[in-house]
């Protein structure tokens, strides 16, 4: 088993951060899906600078 970076246990903290934010949203009465959106193209970028590092 292998130590994962600081770097790569940030970006799973922030990846967890995002997923937690946009499920806050989407139960929100009315959803903002823009924000949703926004959040989701966040998250998207961390899980592929993810599988570079």
Not at 4 to 21: D, F, M, N, Q, V
Not at 23 to 48: H, S
Request: glycine share 4%; aromatic share 0%.
């Amino acid at each position: 088993m292998t130590m994962e970076s600081p770097h790569a246990s940030a970006l799973h903290l922030k990846h967890a951060g995002l997923e937690r934010r946009i499920l806050e949203e989407m139960k929100r009465p009315l959803p903002d899906l823009g924000v949703i959106q926004q959040l989701k193209r966040q998250k998207l970028r961390l899980k592929e600078e993810l599988t570079r590092s």
